[in-house]
C-alpha cells in the first residue's frame, strides 16, 4: 500500500513517519526539506505553495492512503493563515480527487472544533465555530465529507486533543514548566485551574498509523 504523509516535518509528524517506517507499506512525505533520519521514507521535496512541481511526482508515487497533518504558521492562528490553510487543502485533495486512485483519507482535526469550556466531548457534540481556526478546520471537514462521499472514499477526521511529548514546541505548558522547574522559578500559567486531556504524542502517531490499515467507517474520532 502507498501511504502518503503531509506535515511529516512537523511535532505529530516525525513520530508518525518514525511509526510508519516499521511497517510493509510503501510511505513518501511532502515536505519542504529532505528528511534524512528515516531511509525507507521516499521525500517528495515541495510545499502547498508549489504544487505544480511536485504533480509529477505524486502521480508517478499514486498514494491510495493520504494522512494530511499539514496545517502552516502554528501558532498563527489569524484569518489570513486559516484562510490559506483551508484553501490549499482544498486545491490540494481537488488534484489528490481527479489524478490519483486515493481510497482513503485520514486527517488531523481539533478538539477546538468543539469549543466546550467544561465537561466531556463526545463525537456526537456539535461544532462550536468560535475562531478562524476552527471555522477553518470545520469548513475543510464539510468539503472533504462531501467530496469523500460523491467518490465512495473513506474520510477518517481525527479530533486530537492536547499532545505532549518530544520535540513539542518550548512555549507549550509542559515544556515551559519543565524549564521553570529546572530554573527553580515559579511558572507563568494564564489558566492554572484548567483541567485538559493530555495526549502521548507517539500515541497520537501510533493511532494514524493503525487506522491506515483499519477498516475504519468514514466519520468523527476523538483521539485523547
Known sequence: MNILVTGGSGFIGLHLLKELAKSRHRVAVISKREITVLSSIETIIGNFNSLDKIHKKLIDFQPEVILHLSWQGI????????????????????????????????????????????????????????????????????YLSIRCAEMDIILNWFRIFYVYGPGQREESLIPLLIKSIRAKETPLINTPLNKNDFIYVEDVARAFAVAADADLPSGLYNLG
Do not use: R
Open 75 to 142: 501558532p498563527d492562528f489569524s484569518f489570513n493563515m486559516c484562510q490559506k490553510n483551508l484553501s490549499d487543502s482544498i486545491k490540494f485533495f481537488d488534484w489528490i480527487f481527479e489524478n490519483t486512485d486515493c481510497n482513503k483519507i485520514i486527517m488531523s482535526g481539533s478538539c477546538f472544533e468543539y469549543g466546550k469550556k467544561q465537561g466531556a466531548c463526545s463525537e456526537s457534540d456539535c461544532v462550536s465555530i468560535d475562531s478562524y481556526f476552527t471555522w477553518a478546520k470545520h469548513s475543510l471537514n464539510q
